[in-house]
């Protein structure tokens, strides 16, 4: 039976990528992304499936409740899936108030929604489903040796970024019990690919790569993250909505444990590569070290660490492994390359996304 989803934070990096993958796997199914098109939300990342019939996109923050209410009513949406949120850790120390703002008070916005319109009203009293994206660091941080992060770790957020998430997780997971709301909710661990914003870690080593810019490292760099593809993420909460258990958390991870600045010096030489392999880069990008058979790994500067920062994230996939019968695609190797492939081919993207052009044609089309 085909389904109809609403799709929050769908013009961001890892709802969209999502957008991407349902709709090439459910081609009968109706998505309606809804996003505020904040800094991190980009409508150009849902440029590629904007002309699908059997894909809208709505303009509206999460916390327009009565919006959202219309919405689900109107177009009979069976399946919500919440990936919108404030997510860059940095701007959480800066600013919290914004985190607390969208991730607690935006997702019980949603919560309250979907209860009034499913449950309140009726409209579908059993078949339906309130699918929450969360994230490995509510569970804190590992030293060395521990074991990774299973559905049963409690919780110990550690910045105002997670802290927020982990509050979303418990009021989700309080309107399943309360008033049975039917529900789940995905924990991963740090998503990379494509339309990945460039503050992030991934994105930013790459495309200062090619301008000459330092590559800043956080104190020795040996912070250790758990690193999942963003199409394997997909994967994994396509798995949950199908096959999960209503009320259940279950854990999506690459396997793929790396420490930040191994990550850095792995896609310095694979930089360095393209540049030997495709004379047209050198072209295109004259000031990187690369084009002139220089090494990427001199533009590694360590920096003053951040505060609180988290030493390891691990995921334990067991769970999501057994029971959804769920395996990444994707090791590191394989998609650190796919990565670095679409970003050298997608440049007009990130340099819209980077000079901020893209909000020009927001205004224009929304405001």
């Known amino acids: 039976m085909s389904k109809i989803l609403l799709v929050t934070g769908g013009a961001g990096f890892i709802g ?32 590629p499936v904007a002309k699908n019939d059997n894909f809208s996109f709505v303009h509206c923050n999460i916390l327009e409740q009565e919006k959202v209410e219309q ?26 108030d914004a985190f607390l703002e969208t991730n607690i008070m935006g ?19 059993e078949n339906h489903r309130f699918h929450h994206v969360s994230t490995d660091e509510v569970y804190g941080t590992l030293e060395p040796e521990d074991p990774p992060f299973r559905e049963d770790t ?40 494509p339309y990945h914003f460039p503050e992030k870690l991934i994105p930013l080593v790459i495309t200062n790569i090619l301008f000459d810019k330092p590559l800043p490292i956080y104190g020795d760099g040996q912070q250790i993250r758990d690193w999942l593809y963003v199409e394997d993420h997909a994967r994994g909460i396509d798995l949950v909505i199908h096959k999960g258990e209503v009320g259940d958390t279950y854990n999506i991870g690459g396997i793929n444990e790396w420490a930040n600045i191994d990550i850095v010096k792995l896609i310095c030489a694979l930089m360095d590569e393209q540049f030997k392999d495709n004379s047209e880069l050198k072209d295109r990008f004259p000031e990187a070290k690369s084009a002139h058979a220089q090494a990427s790994e001199s533009l590694i500067t360590y920096v003053k660490d951040r505060p609180g920062h988290d030493r390891r994230y691990a995921i334990d996939p067991n769970k999501a492994n057994s029971v959804l019968n769920y395996q990444p695609q994707e090791s590191f190797e394989t998609g650190i390359r796919l990565t670095i ?22 205004d224009k089309q929304y405001n």
């Open 16 to 47: 969209a990528n999502f957008i991407h993958y349902w709709m090439k796997k459910y081609p009968n199914d109706r998505i309606i992304a809804l996003d505020a098109l904040t800094y991190a939300g980009n409508y150009a990342n849902l440029e």
């Open 341 to 362: 492939e679409w970003y050298l081919a997608n440049q007009q993207w990130w340099a819209s996304v980077m000079d901020g052009s893209y909000k020009e044609w927001v």
């Open 107 to 125: 997702t019980h916005s949603l919560l309250k929604a979907a209860k009034k319109v499913w449950l309140d009203e009726g409209l579908l009293p």
């Open 154 to 193: 409690p919780y110990a957020p550690n910045s105002p970024y997670s802290a927020s998430k982990a509050a979303s997780d418990h009021l989700v997971r309080s309107y399943h019990h309360t008033y049975g709301l039917q529900v789940s909710t995905s924990n991963c661990s740090n998503n990379y690919g």
């Open 71 to 96: 919405i689900l009513r109107e177009e009979k949406v069976d399946t919500l899936v919440h990936f919108a949120a404030e997510s860059h850790v940095d701007r959480s120390i800066l600013g919290p």
